[in-house]
């Protein structure tokens, strides 16, 4: 069992920049490949960035290569997404999540075994 826990979220205007945290319990999340989603409203849930277990390899959605970063820190059990050049299409609830390792990194959702709350950004114009 993971328990996973979000933070860092806020307002901001665009351009701006933020950092997500996700801090993880019960499993070393070294062990599990992981991802950040976003869900805005009224849209579904969509793969923004994921981070590899076995090699740290990491994947991004178009829509944020070269202004997001997802990174993790093993000693301190947690996953990490920078997010720079912020822009109002990028307000949504981010979730963090865990999928089992076993295999190549996986942008669909229902791959994914554990979530966190959500932490809403919302970037304003």
């Known amino acids: 069992q993971v328990h996973l826990v979000e933070s860092g979220g806020g307002l901001l205007q665009a351009g701006g920049s933020l950092r997500l945290s996700c801090a993880a319990s019960?499993?070393?999340?070294?062990?599990?490949?992981m991802g950040w989603f976003r869900q805005a409203p009224g849209k579904e849930r969509e793969f923004v960035a994921g981070?590899?277990?076995?090699?740290?390899?990491?994947v991004y959605a178009d829509s944020v290569k070269g202004r997001f970063t997802v990174s993790r820190d093993n000693a301190k059990n947690t996953m990490y997404l920078q997010m720079n050049g912020l822009k109002p299409e990028d307000t949504a609830v981010y979730y963090c999540?865990?999928?089992?390792?076993?295999?190549?990194?996986?942008?669909?959702?229902?791959?994914?075994?554990?979530w966190g709350q959500g932490t809403q950004v919302t970037v304003s114009s």
């Open positions: 999540a865990a999928a089992p390792p076993g295999g190549t990194l996986d942008t669909r959702p229902r791959f994914y075994d554990y």
């Open positions: 019960g499993r070393a999340l070294g062990s599990y490949n």
């Open positions: 981070i590899q277990w076995i090699d740290g390899s990491t």
